[in-house]
């Protein structure tokens, strides 16, 4: 369904969208993975973003290459620099019942600053204030980064800059202040001392982060005890008769390497405060096209709509395609521990 | 010259100090490592912040515990956990020709949240509107952060929370406000994709950081090809007829594993820009108490104080001892290529 942005590049997955209500539509920010087009079976290509000439450049090896490393089908690795074989953009698709979508035929945001030469991906949509704001993981050479885009149209888009420096991603900013504070979840990756697990910023204007605060680690002996990540942007709900937070995250659990969704329940005035935690998985990779794919057995989301007791969740399917499930909140309330 | 802050432990390296004029003296803040002292031949031990009971933790294990790795004598890792051998704390320093200090008797800052578990780290102390503010590693279970606190007095120090999230370490505040906004350097530690460098970051307030940008990256075949970060706060000089800012950072290179001090010269007005950079080192491990010790060939700067041409550069030495060097000023800009 999704054309590539360039005839010399194909679409290899379309997936982890960004979700939201626009007036009497739903909104999809689709990432769309795009390898460059194969011009010799023994080569090997990347697409990169090249901040001095402004313009997406594709560079071609020989899998013959002195000293190339290409046994991770994801990576490219020479002389000791990383390149991707892939490279994400985000593409606007539009749907009056959830279902049905309409996908544009060019790129709402694509690599545009030195920090995105490897792409844009993972988008999560937040209505504050009148205006959407997009975050989203910007990758290159320098790491993988959390910016910050706005807009209030869904035609043009605006850059804020990176919000949080490397090792960072899986951001999901709250739809509300808090106590008059703009609240994020976002998942740093500390190697050799440190855990990984979902933290807490906080920030008086959406573009300064501070205050930052572990709120959930990966469990040991779980669907999430390798490693856990913020998924779609927080909701609020009634837990009984307390305001919460349902936040859906996802877990990774190993042997085999799995993705997985499930829940947060925080509290609505301190959502540091983990209220309750999903004890199973409230969606696991079951389909065909959850259980094989680019990346297999993976459910991922960066956006869901709850309406009433029910929250669709978009999901991207084995990083290839885009999926939907609906889930019941109460379900998910009783799951919890 | 510094006493354990316990009978239970022994000071086992006093290095790495921040540095500032405070009136008529010279003030250190020392990072001092501590160990427990040894109850058994066989035992390896932990002194660790529980933050539920408000107190320091002696944890104590024989080396034929099953499982246990001790092979780093820094680390014991068991049951996939991770503890230090030693913990450190701020112990402040005076002294009124900046050469001999007395040392208080205890300790300035300790570790005291759950983020701080074990220890505080590597002070850097910037002054700025009649504070000074003092930010260190805050080194736990969760990782490597960086920490923020203040004191009008060095008496009374007050914390302000993680202002960069795990892994980041290496943070200079620069001392004044360029443009109205504050400016950190900060050194994220990317894993997998992505290079380590100094980074730049901006703050309205201190406390809540963004807009962050790659300044410097480690540098092939040199001095300073393994990593870098950020050293001593950076002040102002004239390079010519340009103001700027010069920053002393650390280099690492390996084969020997070799910490030297470089300088960075940055626009005074846009400090994410590079004037000039160190050919060669400032500082290298020369002496003997810097290519022999805890960690040998290490020099490493948290504090430094301009007085005209010259700079005083506190360092840690061999991540045992505090060493003191004064550098011309218009050498090391000689130096910059």
């Known amino acids: 369904m999704v054309r590539p942005s360039r005839p010399d590049l194909e679409v290899v997955g379309v997936f982890n969208p960004g979700a939201i209500r626009y007036g009497k539509e739903i909104i999809l920010l689709l990432r769309v ?68 979508f309409d996908v544009d035929a060019t790129p709402a945001m694509q690599a545009a600053t030195e920090l995105e030469a490897f792409g844009v991906e993972d988008p999560r949509i937040t209505l504050l204030d009148g205006t959407y704001w997009i975050n989203y993981t910007a ?35 709250f739809p509300d202040r808090i106590a008059g504070r703009y609240a994020a979840l976002h998942r740093p990756m500390p190697e050799g001392l440190g855990e990984p697990a979902i933290w807490i910023a906080w920030s008086p204007d959406l573009f300064d982060w501070g205050h930052h605060l572990p709120v959930a680690s990966a ?3 779980t669907w999430d ?28 659990t190993r042997t085999p390497l799995t993705y997985s969704l499930g829940a947060l329940l925080l509290d609505g005035r301190d959502p540091s405060k983990v209220l ?62």
Not at 73 to 91: A, V, Y
Not at 227 to 247: C, E, R, Y
Request: neutral net charge; hydrophobic residues 40%.
């Open 33 to 100: 993975a795009e390898a460059p087009v194969k011009r010799a079976e023994n080569e090997v290509a990347a697409a990169v973003f090249d901040h001095s000439s402004g313009k997406l450049e594709i560079k071609r090896w020989s899998r013959d290459t002195p000293g190339i490393d290409v046994s991770d089908p994801r990576t490219i690795i020479l002389d000791g620099r990383m390149w991707l074989t892939s490279i994400s953009h985000f593409r606007l698709a539009r749907s009056t019942d959830g279902i049905h």
């Open 139 to 173: 990758v290159s050479q320098h790491g993988i980064a959390t910016g910050l885009a706005s807009t209030r149209d869904f035609r043009t888009y605006q850059r804020h800059g990176i919000i949080f420096s490397p090792p960072n991603r899986d951001v999901t900013i």
């Open 219 to 221: 469990r040991r002996n």
């Open 225 to 252: 005890d390798l490693k856990i990540g913020g998924g779609a942007v927080p909701f609020h709900v009634k837990a009984g008769s307390t305001d919460a937070w349902l936040a859906i995250y996802h877990g990774v």
């Open 276 to 337: 309750g935690r999903s004890r199973d998985p409230i969606l696991a990779p079951e389909a065909p096209y959850e259980r094989e794919g680019f990346f297999a057995k993976v459910v991922f989301t960066c956006g869901a709509i709850p309406e009433g007791d029910l929250v669709r969740v978009y999901y991207g399917a084995a990083d290839g395609v885009t999926a939907v499930a609906d889930l019941s909140v109460s379900d998910i309330l009783a799951g919890l521990e």
